[in-house]
Nanobody, 116 residues
Framework: QVRLVESGGGLVQPGGSLRLSCAAS????????MDWYRQAPGKPRELVAA???????NYADSVKGRFTLSGDNAKKTIYLQMNSLKPEDTAVYYC??????????WGQGTQVTVSS
């Protein structure tokens, strides 16, 4: 019903930057219910960035100060600006849309590789 398509991943050197986008199609309630996860090889999937009900953003401790979450409700699109990238940021990044106990949709993921 809700389709999510990520873009912007790729190969970047340490210290570089990437901007991920996630465009939603179909009916969504709000981009406030969209967020970003990532999964590195051999690691569990973790929440990276999310909007809060108070109009702010929350980030995993490992990315605070380096990543910025934003969105455009009219375009049904969210973004993740990633700066000062480190090798440990290497992962598949997934866009998610979910309402607790009701709806959960995932994109296919986009690969981010940080390497020299």
């Amino acid at each position: 019903q809700v389709r999510l398509v990520e873009s912007g991943g790729g190969l970047v050197q340490p210290g570089g930057s990437l901007r991920l986008s996630c465009a939603a199609s179909g009916s969504i309630f709000s981009i406030n219910f969209m967020d970003w996860y990532r999964q590195a090889p051999g690691k569990p999937r973790e929440l990276v960035a999310a909007f809060t009900s108070g109009g702010t953003t929350n980030y995993a401790d490992s990315v605070k100060g380096r990543f910025t979450l934003s969105g455009d409700n009219a375009k049904k699109t969210i973004y993740l600006q990633m700066n000062s990238l480190k090798p440990e940021d290497t992962a598949v990044y997934y866009c998610h849309y979910g309402l607790r106990g009701a709806i959960s949709s995932w994109g296919q993921g986009t690969q981010v590789t940080v390497s020299s």
